[in-house]
Nanobody
Framework: QVQLVESGGGLVQAGDSLSLSCAASGRTVSLYNMGWFRQAPGKEREFVAA????????RYADSVKGRFTISRDSAKNTAFLRMNNLKSEDTAVYFC???????????????WGQGTQVTVSS
């Protein structure tokens, strides 16, 4: 079992930056790949970014590529999402996830955090 605790959400203005953290704990937690997803009101949960356990290979959704950066501190079992040049369309609840693959689909992740709200004002 893996437990994920997220932090860092808040209200920011367009163009600002914000960093999210995901602290993971549990047996064999260091063996899991990590990902970030988001869900806006009335929309389906969508992929944002992922990082693999082996090699730290990253992947990003086209909508955030060049603005967001996912990273991982394996020693501390923590994942991060650095968000730069935030836009109003980035407003959503952001979820941290852990699973056997650094996939772009939510069904491939076994464990999820509670979510943290990110609101970007114009």
């Amino acid at each position: 079992q893996v437990q994920l605790v997220e932090s860092g959400g808040g209200l920011v203005q367009a163009g600002d930056s914000l960093s999210l953290s995901c602290a993971a704990s549990g047996r064999t937690v260091s063996l899991y790949n990590m990902g970030w997803f988001r869900q806006a009101p009335g929309k389906e949960r969508e992929f944002v970014a992922a990082i693999s356990f082996i090699g730290g290979v990253t992947r990003y959704a086209d909508s955030v590529k060049g603005r967001f950066t996912i990273s991982r501190d394996s020693a501390k079992n923590t994942a991060f999402l650095r968000m730069n040049n935030l836009k109003s369309e980035d407003t959503a609840v952001y979820f941290c996830a852990a699973g056997p693959r650094a996939a772009a689909t939510a069904v491939e992740y076994a464990y999820w955090g509670q979510g943290t709200q990110v609101t970007v004002s114009s």
